[in-house]
């Protein structure tokens, strides 16, 4: 079996031919044309190997009870910290090479050429560039800012994301944030331009039509709610029932429902014809509900002759019945926990995201885990236990790629936030078994279509030896 170094040699010399020109096939696996796991077989997007270095695939790590002996000690990739180390500063081996990727959001706190050389020296594999923020000249500043660093680097190569609004209902810019209290009246109105103590505008026209009394009004995601108790012919009235504060282009929805706008929207095309020009890797899709928007952006690339692939955010309720065939006609999907948690019951979050990886698996299709993972670190050096879990378990369910939001478009630790997330990553990857998700059922169905009625009496023989082995030892 090849070491990682020797794959890092032959990823060198390739590199050239992914960079963000519109070739690059894969970047969440740059590896996988080298270490693909054994059932996998789409050449196109491959999700990637839980191999981590070629020490730690000799042995298990351990019994399950009692520790381990001295011919069973585990080489990990990396130094275990000490009691006066701090999270993100251990001594990364280079040969370990980290499989899930992580997407940075390039905004304020990292839009410089120094900081975009940083991100790619930390970790950042893809740099995402939010729509819903920026103009088209910003964003054309940080795509030759990757590819010059694409062109200078020798062993790492950085994919651009362009992320489209989408049909996003937000309120209008105020001069000051808005102190909204428990029980306090607001308004929230068609009319632009507006932005007094009681009330702010929307930019949505049929924001009047959409809402009724009695619905529930979440501003980011929840972090603050409004009671709908009535509306005029160009206003809202709400009662606020958790407050915060407002401030300018907050994404509003409504629980339980989905605004009634076309996936794609203007704004949308005029920044998917920039990626075009610009030649992107990838474009995220916001608030895609069924597979016709995907088959139209895709027929608009080939039209084109756009390389560039499309993944679908799932992030609306609408979307959730036609989850199959959505991801079947995309390149791959993003879990958007923000608003799927705003539009539908927030526990049930947690098993969508295990839903959507496992179909993204089934239909060899990779999958990025989004929103909130490292929140804390926006304003906090160190991340809360609990967003250190989140980044673990999405990489024990398989997700391809974990992305950070504002942790690194405007929050004040991006560097280091990079460097938590992928310390998690690698960490967790060395303690999952090689192959772990295999689907054994597969293997069956191959030995009876050809015939195999002896390997499944082989493998029944062996799995009977394993488990009384097992229960000897234990």
Known sequence: MATINNMSTRMCRDHRILSSSGNLSDVFVLESRFRKRCFFQNSKFTVRSMKVSGQNQTRKLASSNGPLTASEKVSYPFELLTNNQTLGKENINPIARRKTKIVCTIGPSTSSREMIWKLAETGMNVARLNMSHGDHASHKKTIDLVKEYNAQSDDNVIAIMLDTKGPEVRSGDVPQPITLKEGQEFNFTIKRGVSTEDTVSVNYDDFINDVEAGDMLLVDGGMMSLSVKSKTKDAVKCVVVDGGELKSRRHLNVRGKSATLPS?????????????????????????????????????????NADIQVIVKIESADSIPNLQSIISASDGAMVARGDLGAELPIEDVPLLQEDIIRRCHNMQKPVIVATNMLESMIDHPTPTRAEVSDIAIAVREGADAVML?????????????????????LRTESSLPFNTTAPTHNVYKVCIERGGGLLILVFFLLHIQVVWTNRIRF
Do not use: N
């Open 264 to 304: 794609i929207t203007d704004k949308d095309w005029e920044d998917i014809k920039f990626g075009v020009d610009k030649q992107v890797d990838f474009y995220a899709v916001s608030f895609v509900k069924d597979e016709k928007v995907v088959h139209e952006l895709k027929d608009y690339l080939t039209s084109c």
């Open 405 to 425: 939001s504002g942790e690194t478009a405007h929050g004040k630790y991006p560097l280091k936030a990079v460097k938590v997330m992928h310390t998690v990553a």
